[in-house]
């Protein structure tokens, strides 16, 4: 059976062999030390992953445009078996990863420039790798010094991250169920973050519920799923903090009469998940806190009704813009006087005091994904940008199925003169997972509810 890592190397080897040959070089990310010797948890680089579904460190892959694959990684070991995890090694790593062959990894300055020799062209990922540029070259010189020997040196060097970004944009039915899955097991975090906060309240601890009491109510809901890690720094931000857009958990209280904004998502194999929920600390919004509330549910409606093939990428934004600088308008967020009509705000981005982030970004292996946010092939036009500048920008990119994007509006309202005070301090963003499907789009993360009412049924419950 063919897997789907060698049905995803078989396209790249297509793509180098319609570009005239050549052979494609990937290493996998480093380890990193956290303090004197002791790493970080080892995180693949995605990319590799992607074509592997291996997760050693000391690895690379080349793959020749006959198809032919090599992988370097560890050898085996004892010693360092023992301290630090059983390693594949090269022997067992063929079979395992349906490769054509694997060396160690001590052997790659020697063999490098061999398999690079008389290809004409190399492909490996720019600017990514720290020290990687050196290090071919490195291998580019040896075969260079065999040219009288009649050896060629490849002619062309080409970055392998835009061929593989846009396969990667695209998900294929393996990704798709592990997104399904990760989306999942992060909305039942949220919700037993929810129902941890109202329990909370209703019985006083000592010394109150706290931002970090809620994060190891995640990470604990991740992790009994089977989820390795969250995919980026959990944000539980209790009431004014929800204003900080990059904000993470820390020691504030949660108290009665304020909200909670929780953005957070597992990592599943690989594979990541991004939900935003905002909620009363004890289960009951406050009239102006619900008025808001509303706006930013009716803006992501908005979103969703145009994340569908055939739109753009920037339609689900300018649609739930739309939607909320409306709401600023009535609410009076946005004085009428001054601000004009919908179309003023628009076109002055005078919403952005109170929404100042994109709505969407792609996610997949990465929260924030890989993948060209333009239509490729697209004629660049002159546009005004919010300075009024004229920018020269590509159309969106056309949504198809496979896609996967976030759909993730927000109202942050810090004090500010002319700002009405019932608001002051609310900080709002919803966010769900959307794969684009033939006809529309499926909602990968709606395990948690989303309706104010919901969310105080459950917080009651
Ligand atoms: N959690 C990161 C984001 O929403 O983009
Ligand atoms: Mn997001
Ligand atoms: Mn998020």
New binding site residues.
Partial sequence: MTTVYQKRRAAVAKVLKAAGGGIALLPTAPEAARNRDSDFAYRHDSYFYYLTGFSEPDSWLVIEASGKSTLFCRPKDMEREIWDGIRLGPKAAPASLALDQAFSVEQLDQRMPELLANQPAVWFPFATHKGLETQVDGWLNKVRARARLGVQCPQSQHDLCGLLDEMRLTKDAHEIAILRRAGKISAGAHVRAMQTSAAMLRQPVKGGAREFHLEAELLHEFRRHGAQYPAYTSIVAAGANACILHYRADTAELTSGELCLI?AGCELDGYAS?I?RTFPADGKFTPAQRTLYDIVLAAQEAAIKVTKPGKRFNDPHDAATRVLAQGMLDTGLLDKAKHGTLDDVLASGAYRQFYMHRTS?W?GMD??DCGDYSEPGSKARAEKDAQGQTVMKKPSRILRPGMVL?L?PGIYVRPAKGVPKAFWNIGIRI?DDALITATGCELLTRGVPVKADEIEALMRG
């Fill in positions: 953005d991004d935003t970004h996610m929260v924030h976030t993730e966010e």
